[in-house]
């Protein structure tokens, strides 16, 4: 089987985010973890020191102050490009 699958996220490069959305960011990525590790406890998953998917184990299953920069990172790339995304659709976000 050929996989062509090719992506085409929204184009985002132009999307300037201001401060008080660049705030977001920390809460965002916190909340994209926590959404990330409920799903996989719920598909059985449980904390291990190595990722094992047999056996159904993940050294990521723990709260996100203890993952490592670059975990944090990725979380924070996803909470950012989401709200780029948000902005690039023409939508606008305002604090009540």
């Known amino acids: 089987m050929t ?3 090719q992506p085409d996220p929204v184009d985002t490069t132009r999307v300037a ?3 008080e959305i660049l705030a977001l960011t920390e ?5 994209v973890h926590a959404v990330w ?3 996989r406890q719920r598909d059985g998953w ?5 990722r094992d ?4 184990r993940h050294p990521s299953l723990v709260e996100y102050d203890a993952l490592s920069e670059g975990e944090k990172e990725y979380d ?3 909470a950012l490009e989401t709200l780029r995304t948000v902005l690039a659709l023409g939508f606008r976000i305002v604090k009540p």
């Open 27 to 31: 809460p965002l990525a916190q909340n």
């Open 76 to 78: 924070r790339q996803v």
């Open 53 to 56: 998917d047999a056996a159904k």
């Open 3 to 5: 996989v062509t699958y």
């Open 46 to 50: 449980v904390w291990g020191p190595a």
């Open 17 to 19: 985010l201001p401060d």
């Open 37 to 39: 590790a409920r799903q």
